[in-house]
């Protein structure tokens, strides 16, 4: 890894550089103006990651912004992932965003192209794309190591000094090509990638092999998405429906048996408290498969830490980090 120290006001980048295993988090921001929402996330969060990330109008569902929830993390004590994507705002006010962010005390920030606006709930919706993912990198490590807006001209004054990261997907189609996308964000200037959700490791495995035969994981943080399971019927659908995820049998089957004492039983059959306790029961398995996860992880070489992605389920990150034996983390 590169010895620079582009952004000593990351504690993300500091834990990663002095070799500990990260951990980081995600926080999805309210369908409201509710700030006390993030605070109450993030003392779920506060202790248990290194870094939180800040979805940027997820799955183009208008949310609060990403660099407003990211200022209220760091009112709160913890460091901010801030998203941004690609899909709402053109060059020029991506880089006036980036600028306030930086003096709102953000020092990181995860480049994204963004989901199309037709899966959101805004479907006819103008979209920008103005650039893509990495165009956006080279654009942020232009402003931060040649103190240079994208259109040539000079920053005057302090300019932001990102740690950057980007989003790998080792299962998209086509599979084959994934290792070489990477390759194309680390020669923009990524500095770390977090990865869409792993639940196949032996599938893992094998593009590991070829991010190390490229010698990407010497030039590039890599951390292995991972994301607790809710229920088997969530296990199915994410194995069916969703591309770029192998979510493999056993796990599916695991969780189904997790609620076997209540098999047979329609959910209007059952009484309040048989509900809770199979929703319980179901959670309990998906955490216990989600540690188990990522201490499968920590054996791959050229894994970095992991990110831990339990959208609108903040409280089981802290036991799935404390179960993995990743608590508590390091003071850097």
Not at 153 to 176: L, N
Not at 209 to 214: A, Y
Not at 247 to 258: C, F, G
Not at 260 to 284: I, Y
Request: glycine share 8%; charged share 25%; hydrophobic share 40%.
């Amino acid at each position: 890894m590169a010895d620079n120290e582009y952004t000593v006001g990351s504690k993300l980048e500091r834990i990663l550089k002095a070799g500990h295993f990260a951990v980081t988090g995600e926080l999805g921001p309210p369908q409201s103006a509710d700030g006390d929402v993030i605070r109450k996330k993030a003392q779920l969060l506060k202790g248990a990651c290194d870094a939180v990330n800040i979805t940027d109008n997820q799955t183009a569902i208008v949310r609060m912004s990403s660099i407003a929830s990211a200022a209220i993390l760091v009112q709160e004590g913890l460091e901010p992932i801030m998203q941004m994507t690609c899909r709402d705002r053109n060059r020029l006010a991506i880089q006036s965003d980036l600028l306030g962010a930086y003096a709102l005390g953000i020092r990181n920030l995860l480049a994204l192209t963004g989901d199309h606006q037709t899966f959101g709930n805004h479907p006819t919706a103008k979209n920008v794309f103005d650039m893509d993912s990495v165009q956006l990198i080279q654009m942020v490590t232009a402003m931060r190591d040649e103190k240079m807006f994208q259109c040539g001209d000079p920053i005057k004054g302090q300019e932001p000094r990102f740690f950057v990261g980007g989003a790998a997907a080792p299962f998209a189609d086509p599979i084959d090509f994934r290792p070489y996308r990477l390759a194309k964000k680390v020669e923009a200037g990524v500095q770390f990638i977090q990865t869409q959700l792993i639940y196949d490791i032996e599938g893992f495995k094998k593009y590991m092999e070829k991010v190390r035969e490229l010698g990407l994981h010497e030039k590039v943080y890599i951390l292995a998405g991972v994301g607790p399971l809710k229920s088997p019927g969530m296990a199915r659908y994410m194995r069916d429906n969703v591309p770029g995820l192998r979510v493999p049998d056993y796990i599916v089957d695991r969780m189904t048996a997790a609620g076997k004492p209540w098999a047979g039983k329609k959910k209007d059959e059952m009484t309040k408290e048989e509900r809770k306790a199979r929703s319980q029961a179901w959670r309990a398995e998906g955490i216990k498969i989600c540690i188990e996860l990522i201490q499968q992880l920590r054996e791959i070489e050229g894994v970095a830490g992991v990110h831990i992605m339990a959208i609108e389920w903040e409280e089981a990150v802290r036991p799935i980090a404390e179960g993995a034996g990743l608590l508590p983390r390091p003071e850097v």
